[in-house]
Nanobody, 113 residues
Framework: VQLVESGGGLVQPGGSLTLSCAAS????????LSWYRQAPGKERELVAR????????YYADSVKGRFTISRDNGKMTGHLQMNSLKPEDTAVYFC???????YGQGTQVTVSS
């Protein structure tokens, strides 16, 4: 079972990034996919979640209207489109599957001028 995130980096406030999560080793399409983040000194928090077929999504209030979660079951990938980024979005972002409660290794997102 493996989840590999990519797409993080340094971006200015107001900018955009798209994170990707490549899955392997399990039946990706039948498990819920989520994105979490953890800022320095803070607890890991749920950012967004999508059901198995993309018909239902959840967003934390802090990102609602700015972030969009999606998945491509055929390619076994998930994405998190992040727009209008703020300094408080700075964190390590992790994708997660409910299959064996697995997290990826994370990708750093830094929002700073």
């Amino acid at each position: 079972v493996q989840l590999v995130e990519s797409g993080g980096g340094l971006v200015q406030p107001g900018g955009s990034l798209t994170l990707s999560c490549a899955a392997s080793g399990f039946p990706f399409s039948i498990y819920v996919l989520s994105w979490y983040r953890q800022a320095p000194g803070k607890e890991r928090e749920l950012v967004a979640r999508i059901d198995t077929i993309g018909s239902w999504t959840y967003y934390a209030d802090s990102v609602k209207g700015r972030f969009t979660i999606s998945r491509d079951n055929g390619k076994m990938t998930g994405h998190l489109q992040m727009n209008s980024l703020k300094p408080e979005d700075t964190a390590v972002y992790f994708c997660h599957t409910t299959y064996h409660n697995t997290y990826g290794q994370g990708t750093q997102v830094t929002v700073s001028s």
